[in-house]
């Protein structure tokens, strides 16, 4: 199956797989989903993130969750996302336009310095893409 925002794609099978409790999750791989994770690793949204590398098969990204303990339970870390730039239409801020000293989550954003969140491109001060936003 083709999809046409593996991005989004991606972040769902995150979000899904965290609401059913599942350790880890697998994505097809790209440089900018690995990229994606890394970031989202440094932000303590999951665990880590890990090219399997099978001969049979096309390498793909293996992803371990991250949750923490509630009540005794195990809540996923991503609460949710919010796909801001899609394929359809790209959204472009400058880096003045995207801080927010009370905004909730971490914003992505495709620069011309590679992928940064929202507060290291403001601290960069570049502006670029705004993929997305998690929380």
């Keep these: 199956m083709t999809t046409t925002d593996p991005i989004a794609d991606m972040l769902n099978r995150i979000k899904n797989a965290g609401a059913v409790q599942k350790d880890t999750v697998v994505v097809p791989l790209s440089k900018v989903k690995l990229a994606i994770c890394h ?44 796909r801001i730039s899609k394929p359809s239409r790209r959204i472009y801020k400058n880096s003045s336009d995207l801080g927010g000293r009370h905004a909730v989550g971490v914003a992505v954003v ?22 997305f936003k998690v929380w």
């Design 39 to 82: 970031i989202l690793e440094k932000e303590g949204y999951i665990g880590s993130a890990v090219v399997s590398n099978d001969k049979e098969t096309k390498k793909r990204l293996e992803i371990k969750l991250s949750y923490r303990t509630i009540d005794k339970q195990k809540v996923p870390r991503i609460n949710g996302f919010t």
């Design 110 to 131: 495709s620069t011309n310095k590679g992928l940064l969140t929202g507060r290291q491109a403001v601290k960069e001060n570049v502006g670029g893409e705004v993929l």
